[in-house]
């Protein structure tokens, strides 16, 4: 039954391609054709921009790369996304997802150009996967198996930030980042600590009435820089 249930899926998903707008090229280019909508154009990435700001800085940070990283992702993802996406309502980024293998290659390689190819081939590969139209092979896995998928890896990259929580750089694995959780907490730099909970407070707990203009991701991302730069000689990076 799931089977079925994943060949219509796929057969839907191939019938609304068919309908929705060409490709983008860099050749014929029909980004700025109608300029009667570029306001709303420019209003809508910015909006974007803002959104996935808080996002591509955390990501990038719990890689290990750096903030740094996880913004140049952000953009070049969204430029090429732009001109090469199927639809133009896609929008491109840093994922979740790829946190956990991203940060794995980081810690266990520690050569740059080793964690660049291998980040060139990954993306060597996903690019070949979507020339063959493989994606539509995800129609026959269960939702529930994704769902799953998705929480594993928020729990896991949970526990992997545990000790950057309290103030200590994060480990190659969780089970080492739950290893040294003890040392941790009896070591914990305090105002690590507090930016830390700090920020989780806003983000859960900021009310919605107060700076309604401004996203929770986006205001604690600047409080928690802030407070960082203003604490840096506590040991806060």
């Known amino acids: 039954e799931q089977w079925v249930k994943g060949l219509r899926r796929l057969e839907r998903r191939r019938i609304i391609s068919r309908s929705q707008t060409p490709r983008i090229s860099l050749i014929a280019p029909k980004l700025f054709r109608n300029f009667k909508t570029l306001s709303s154009e420019l209003l809508a990435g910015l909006t974007v921009a803002i959104v996935v700001l808080p996002s591509a800085v955390a990501y990038g940070n719990a890689t290990g790369l750096g903030a740094a990283s996880g913004l140049y992702s952000a953009i070049f993802l969204g430029f090429c996304g732009a001109l090469f996406g199927s639809t133009p309502t896609l929008i491109s ?29 990954t993306g060597i590969l996903q690019l070949a996967f979507g020339a063959l139209r493989l994606g539509g092979a995800l129609s026959f896995v269960p939702s529930i198996v994704i769902s799953a998928f998705v929480t594993g890896l928020g729990i896991l990259i949970v526990c992997m930030q545990l000790p950057a929580l309290l103030g200590f750089a994060t480990k190659a694995n969780v089970v080492a980042s739950l290893g040294v959780l003890p040392y941790c907490i009896a070591h914990a730099n305090v105002f690590a600590t507090a930016i830390g909970l700090g920020t989780l407070g806003v983000l859960l707990k900021w009310p919605s009435s107060w700076l309604p203009g401004i996203p929770k991701s986006l205001l604690a991302l600047i409080l928690s820089a802030a407070a960082a730069a203003a604490f840096s000689s506590r040991g806060i990076v």
Do not use: C, D, R, W
Not at 99 to 121: S, W
């Open 93 to 121: 980024g840093p994922a979740g997802s790829l946190v956990l293998p991203t940060a794995a290659v980081v810690l266990n390689f520690k050569e740059p150009h080793v964690v660049g190819a291998i980040i060139i081939t």
